[in-house]
């Protein structure tokens, strides 16, 4: 089982350490296989920011995505540039304050989270990053819940541990309760997803 995964943003939405959460949460605590790239704009604050991850079971092989199964937005910038690379059936997850959402072909699950409004009724705008990894956690169902809580924990200066944790849970409960509206509304159980890269 092979995962290519985009996250995307603007610089200071901590988009690097949430993919390198995700990438962690895979290779240390869940005993499987990451590789992680990112690339910045112009400026490292206020410009574009995107990070790859690619998530296996097996040993990887090409450690840059081809086209993702998931792409995670925080900025409609990063949206509107992404958003056509994103695999048939793949899965769309934004910051719905700031991403408007359009042209959605037939098929793509998208899920939206206020992470930004959530990360502030914490205390501290910055951990927006870590609310999306939370909700991430949830709605795709690829990782162990407690693999993407140690691999917060440990990514973080001790200081920030409990704030980010509870940034963490805050995100994977909205998640959690958006896909038990989903299934209550669709009539069906909550959705296992699993990606197989295209040949």
């Known amino acids: 089982m092979l995962t290519e995964i985009r996250i995307a943003g603007f610089g200071g ?3 690097i350490l949430a993919a390198a959460v995700i990438g962690k949460a895979q290779a240390i ?19 574009s920011s995107s990070a790859q991850c690619v998530l296996s079971s097996e040993p990887i ?5 081809t086209k993702p199964d998931i792409l995670v937005v925080m900025s409609q910038e990063a ?13 769309l997850i934004t910051e719905q304050d700031l991403v408007r959402v359009d042209r959605i072909p037939p ?5 939206g989270v206020p992470a930004t409004r959530l990360a502030e009724e914490l ?6 990053n870590i609310v999306m990894v939370g909700f991430f956690g949830a709605v795709t169902g690829l990782l162990d819940p407690e693999a993407l809580r140690k691999a917060v924990a440990d990514s973080v200066p001790q200081a920030m541990q409990t704030l980010n944790l509870h940034a963490f849970d805050r995100g994977y409960e909205y998640g959690i309760d958006l896909i038990h ?3 209550e509304e669709e009539g069906n ?8 890269s295209e040949s």
């Not at 005993?31 to 604050?45: D, H, I, L, V, W």
């Not at 949206?79 to 899965?91: N, Q």
């Not at 098929?107 to 899920?111: A, W």
């Open 181 to 183: 509206k989903l299934a």
């Open 29 to 47: 605590f869940q005993g499987g296989y990451a590789t992680m790239t990112q690339s910045f704009g112009p400026e490292a604050r206020g410009g």
């Open 107 to 111: 098929g793509m699950r998208v899920y």
């Open 123 to 128: 205390g501290r705008k910055v951990v927006l």
């Open 61 to 65: 092989l090409y450690p840059y995505i």
């Open 13 to 15: 939405q901590g988009v």
């Open 79 to 91: 949206y509107t540039r992404f958003v056509p690379e994103l695999k048939r059936g793949g899965i």
């Open 189 to 196: 159980s909550e959705p296992v997803l699993s990606f197989e």
